[in-house]
């Protein structure tokens, strides 16, 4: 069974820091897939980025990028240069396959000016 | 926007009652999810379809049942309605290849009195 971890229910921020959200996952498959969708005030769930296990490079995209420490079954999410914006929950998912995303409990995120 | 639709966004309905949640893929998703988001559960898969069959699923309680139709929608049917299963009900779709993002539609806020 796939098992996703969030240690960190909050965190709080100025802006224009860089903020890291931790990620612990387990799973038996060797192939899986690994997530972080954004949930702001709206309850919208948006994804943020995704990573594919059998790459070794860290996924990025724009001002967010992962550490993927596929060993330690560790995925975390770095935003830099945060913005107002990025208030929201975040939630890591892992996936086998095409089939469902198992959720951690997510992290709440406050962005202040 | 992410593609999908979801209907109704809220629903206030009493114990005993039955509703359905009806849910319309991004164009060309052959496959549906439903995830269930409440305060004590977090965000837990419920079933997936994929092109009117059942594919797989998860912590759905008897009561509840869904089906997808020839033209792709779905509809999630919940009854016997308890209070604890007032949450947020979101559909997500996906191409259904291995690892493709899940796309969620809005949810539907559900609220048992």
């Known amino acids: 069974a796939q098992t996703v971890t969030q240690s960190q229910p909050e965190m709080s921020v100025q802006e224009a820091e860089t903020v890291t959200l931790s990620c612990t996952y387990d799973?038996?498959?060797?192939?899986?897939?690994l997530f972080w969708y954004k949930q702001p005030p709206s309850r919208q769930m948006i994804l943020v980025i995704r990573?594919?296990?059998?790459?070794?490079q860290n996924a990025t995209e724009n001002r967010f990028s992962v550490n993927f420490q596929k060993a330690a079954k560790s995925f975390s999410l770095k935003i830099s240069d945060s913005q107002l914006g990025d208030t929201a929950m975040y939630f890591c998912?892992?996936?086998?396959?095409?089939?469902?995303?198992?959720f951690g409990q997510g992290t709440r995120l406050t962005i202040n000016p | 926007d992410s593609g999908v639709t979801q209907t109704p966004k809220h629903l206030i309905t009493a114990t005993g009652q039955r509703v359905t949640l009806r849910c319309s893929p991004r164009?060309?998703?052959?496959?549906v999810y439903w995830y269930q988001q409440s305060l004590d559960q977090g965000l837990q898969f419920l079933i997936q379809?994929?092109?009117?069959?059942?594919?797989a699923k998860g912590n759905i309680l008897e009561r509840f049942s869904a089906q997808q139709f020839p033209d792709l929608h779905s509809e999630l049917n919940l009854s016997s309605l308890e209070l604890g299963d007032s949450a947020l009900y979101f559909c997500?779709?996906?191409?259904?290849?291995?690892?493709?993002?899940?796309?969620f539609g809005p949810g539907t806020r559900l609220l048992v009195l």
């Open positions: 164009s060309g998703d052959l496959s």
């Open positions: 379809y994929y092109n009117g069959e059942e594919r």
């Open positions: 799973t038996s498959e060797s192939n899986y897939y």
């Open positions: 990573q594919e296990a059998y790459k070794q």
């Open positions: 998912a892992s996936a086998q396959g095409a089939q469902k995303l198992v």
């Open positions: 997500a779709s996906s191409v259904a290849s291995p690892g493709e993002t899940q796309y």
